[in-house]
């Protein structure tokens, strides 16, 4: 009924840029928070920044000032610009959302994740 399908990981060396993007599709009703969470090897999986369908943000503190999360709310669609990138960034990165659903005339909220990107800092 949803896809979160997430883009835009990949190798960059320490001190480097990448941009993630999320994108949501089905029978969305309403979108409420977006969130960006990464998990590394042997580690618990971790939010890293969230945005509201009001722009409110909020971010680790590890990434604070590095990273930026935003979003279009007319294409569903969540970005996190993520600069000086250090070597503990590692890991895979995930797209979640709470939203409502439509379904059979009426809302449904639910929780989704999307597949997750890989974004390596290496030099």
């Known amino acids: 009924q949803v896809q979160l399908v997430e883009s835009g990981g990949g190798l960059v060396q320490p001190g480097g840029s990448l941009r993630l993007s999320c994108a949501a599709s089905g029978s969305i009703f309403s979108i409420y928070v977006m969130g960006w969470y990464r998990q590394a090897p042997g580690k618990q999986r971790e939010l890293v920044a969230y945005?509201?369908?009001?722009?409110?943000?909020n971010y680790t503190d590890s990434v604070k000032g590095r990273f930026t999360i935003s979003r279009h709310n007319a294409k569903n669609t969540m970005y996190l610009q993520m600069n000086s990138l250090k070597l503990e960034d590692t890991a895979v990165y995930y797209c979640?959302?709470?939203?409502?659903?439509?379904?059979?005339?009426?809302?449904?909220?639910?929780?989704?994740w999307g597949q997750g990107t890989q974004v390596t800092v290496s030099s």
């Open positions: 945005i509201t369908n009001g722009g409110r943000t």
């Open positions: 979640n959302a709470d939203l409502h659903i439509r379904f059979r005339g009426t809302t449904v909220p639910g929780d989704y």
